[in-house]
């Protein structure tokens, strides 16, 4: 079996994120932050830990402004159902997940002013339409650092200078790019930086977190529920400091202990090799298709300007026949439709039918990537 869908969740994980959730289960299992005693102390130190790691990878001055969430989708909507009301004007580009488009038609129906920024062909932002959309009633931009579709990279420290010199919050969806592309919030200018953890930070499902940079008033950013934190038991008011005012409830300790061996793995191994060893993957597999008659695949040429992620169509057949073929005939994994993503798709001029997926991550091998070639070149003559 060969897995190339780590755009959706990476696999496999490195053999410590398992180890740590076994031993949080073993030998800790309490409850963080809602008792004294030492096994409640060691699971809240366990979430601290984590905390650390990732404002290490994100170059974060005070770690309590990481707040951790399920995932980047409930991060995204913390942020913008948080911040923005009505008579307020939201910026963004026409390669977002759902996970920001739906919250953002959900929030136009309430009054909110929605501007989208067509990209190219190949999914490429254009900084310079993103400044001349700017309103003087303009809140936030919002957009991804790299689509879950092409790979496309967006210029999102170009994009972070014209809304700092705007006085406008930069919200940045890094789900494709936590743990795989270097995030700096201080150099890049990032306001709000939504992240998953079960993506490039190796971590399990149902874990994710929002950085709530410096530039943000937290009186200003409404939590998306209120309940027990732990912390100010006397008072029947949701705690009014970071990060309790965000995470109400029984925390996902063990997940959170799993991601912290993940961030842990990200920076031993260092995020710029990561990269580079992904970018080598890539590159191979965008040369070999290229040989290939009657391929088309989207995004840029520039390997520089783009992820470990390729979507293509072969001529004469659906993405999904494509990608069961893939599957019977080589247990390649992978992809198919539109991933959740129709604005992008609409793009790249692939809409509805959408596209194959191949999405390459740090546990695939050159030959791995020379058989999904060798499969999709017998797929493709075979149609011909």
């Not at 790019?177 to 150099?187: F, R």
């Not at 530039?215 to 008072?235: W, Y």
């Not at 198919?336 to 509805?352: M, V, W």
């Amino acid at each position: 079996m060969i897995y190339f869908d780590n755009a959706a969740t990476s696999w496999p994980k490195p053999p410590e994120v398992k180890e740590a959730m076994v031993r949080f289960m073993d030998e800790i299992g309490a409850n963080p932050g809602r008792s004294g005693h030492l096994l409640s102390i060691e699971a809240a130190r366990i979430i601290y830990d984590a905390r650390e790691a990732l404002s290490n990878l994100f170059n974060v001055k005070d770690p309590s402004r990481i707040v951790f969430t399920l995932n980047a989708t409930e991060s995204v909507n913390l942020a913008l159902k948080g911040i923005l009301r009505p008579g307020d004007h939201i910026i963004t580009s026409s390669m977002e997940h759902n996970s920001v488009m739906r919250p953002l038609r959900d929030l136009e129906k309430r009054g909110i002013g929605l501007t989208v920024i067509p990209c190219s062909p190949t999914g490429e932002l254009d900084p310079g339409d993103v400044k001349k959309k700017i309103q003087s009633h303009t809140k936030m931009i919002v957009i991804n650092h790299a689509s879950n579709v092409t790979g496309t990279l967006l210029p999102i420290r170009e994009v972070g200078e014209s809304a700092r010199e705007n006085g406008i919050l930069f919200l940045v969806d890094a789900a494709q790019t936590a743990g795989a592309y270097p995030i700096d919030i201080e150099g890049d200018r990032i306001d709000l930086l939504a992240f998953t953890g079960h993506k490039s930070l190796y971590g399990p499902q149902g874990t994710g977190g929002l950085v709530i940079g410096e530039n943000v008033n937290i009186q200003d950013l409404t939590p998306l529920k209120h309940g027990g934190t732990g912390s100010r038991s006397e008072f029947e008011l949701q705690p009014d400091f970071l990060p309790d005012r965000y995470e109400s409830g029984t925390p996902n300790a063990v997940g959170i202990a799993g991601l912290l061996a993940g961030v842990q793995f990200v920076l031993k191994k260092r995020t710029e090799p990561i990269r580079q060893y992904e970018t080598l993957l890539i590159g191979n597999l965008i040369e070999g298709l290229r040989e290939i008659p009657g391929i088309s695949f989207y995004g840029p040429e520039n390997l520089t300007d783009r992820m470990a992620t390729l979507s293509f169509n072969i001529k004469n057949l659906s993405p999904s026949e494509v990608a069961f073929r893939l599957e019977n005939e080589a247990g390649i994994l992978c992809r198919p439709g539109l991933h959740c993503a129709p604005s992008a798709h609409k793009t790249i001029r692939t809409f509805p039918e959408g596209t194959v997926r191949l999405s390459l991550g740090y546990f695939n091998t050159l030959e791995e990537v020379h058989l999904a070639i060798k499969t999709i070149d017998r797929i493709a003559r075979s149609n011909s």
